[in-house]
C-alpha cells in the first residue's frame, strides 16, 4: 500500500491513462482528487472508485485556467488537509499541417499539455511540503515525432524542458518532479490519429501499451520507491522508439 492515506490529485482521469493511474493509486490507499474538464466522465470515475471502497472527489477543471487549478488544489486541502502527489495527465492533440495552424489552435494544445502543468506544479510548490511528488504525462513526441502533430510535439517537448527546471527548483522544497513519455498507448487519442488511421504509421501488436502500463510507471515515480530518482524522463513505449 505505497499510498496509503496519500492525497493524490490526477488530472485528465475521465478516462485512458488518468483513469488507470486513479485506479491503480486508489487502489494502493490514495484519497483520489479527480480532475477532468468533463464532468460527467470525472463523476463516472469517483462512483467507480467510491464503490471499491476508496476515497474519491471529481472536480470540473480546466487546467489552462490557473484560477481552476488554485480552485482543485484549495478543494484538496479544505477536504484532506494535505496534498502529497500531483500527476499532470490532461492532455490535448491536434492533426494539422504546421501551415494551417492559427493562433487558437496553437494556445489551445499549449494551454492544457504545458500551462495546466506549470499552474499544478506552481501550487504544489505553493502549498506542498517535503516528500511531495509531482509527475508529469509527456510523450514519446518530445523526442521523435511525425507529420501533422506539431502543436502537440513542441508542447510535450516544453514539458519534459519544464519537468527538468521544476525538479531543480524543487530539490531544495523536497519535492521530486519527473515525467513518463509514453509510446503508442491503446486509447482514443492514439486511434483518432490520422496517420494511423491511414496506415502511414505502422503499428505492430507489441508496440501498443495499456494505459495500465503506463499507470504503473506514474506510479512507480510518485510513489517512495522513486526518493532518489527527480527530473527523469522515463520512455514507456515498449522499446519501440529504440527502433525507430
Known amino acids: 500500500m505505497r499510498f496509503r492515506d496519500k492525497v493524490v490529485i490526477v488530472t485528465g482521469a ?3 491513462i488518468g483513469r488507470a493511474t ?3 493509486v486508489a487502489s494502493e490507499g490514495a484519497r483520489v482528487v479527480i480532475a477532468e474538464y468533463d464532468e460527467a466522465r470525472g463523476r463516472a470515475v469517483e462512483s467507480e472508485l467510491r464503490a471499491g471502497g476508496s476515497e474519491a ?3 470540473r477543471c480546466d487546467v489552462g485556467d490557473e484560477a481552476d487549478v488554485v480552485r482543485v488544489v484549495d478543494a484538496a486541502f479544505d477536504r484532506h488537509g494535505r496534498l502529497d ?4 495527465n490532461a492532455g490535448k492533440m491536434i492533426f494539422k ?4 495552424h492559427s493562433e487558437a489552435d496553437l494556445l489551445g494544445v499549449m494551454r492544457v499539455d504545458l500551462f495546466g502543468a506549470f499552474w499544478f506544479i506552481k501550487q504544489a510548490f505553493l502549498c506542498c511540503g517535503p516528500g511531495a ?3 508529469n504525462v509527456a510523450s514519446i513526441h518530445a523526442v521523435e515525432t511525425t507529420a501533422l502533430v506539431s502543436a502537440y510535439a513542441a508542447a510535450k517537448a516544453a514539458l519534459v524542458s519544464l519537468t527538468r527546471s521544476a525538479a531543480i527548483e524543487g530539490r531544495p522544497k523536497g519535492i521530486r518532479v519527473n515525467a513518463v513519455l509514453p509510446g503508442a498507448i491503446e486509447t482514443p487519442m492514439l ?3 490520422p496517420q494511423v488511421k491511414s496506415g502511414v504509421e505502422q503499428l505492430a501488436p507489441g508496440d501498443v501499451g495499456q494505459p495500465e502500463d503506463v499507470a504503473r510507471a506514474i506510479a512507480y515515480l ?3 520507491d522513486a526518493a532518489f530518482v527527480t527530473g527523469t524522463g522515463l520512455l514507456v513505449d515498449g522499446g519501440r522508439l529504440a527502433t525507430l
Do not use: P, W
Open 97 to 100: 499541417a504546421i501551415e494551417t
Open 191 to 193: 486511434r483518432a490519429n
Open 133 to 135: 511528488a509531482i509527475v
Open 22 to 24: 486513479a485506479r491503480l
Open 85 to 88: 502527489i500531483v500527476v499532470n
Open 57 to 59: 472527489l471529481a472536480l
Open 222 to 224: 510518485a510513489s517512495d
Open 14 to 16: 475521465g478516462g485512458g
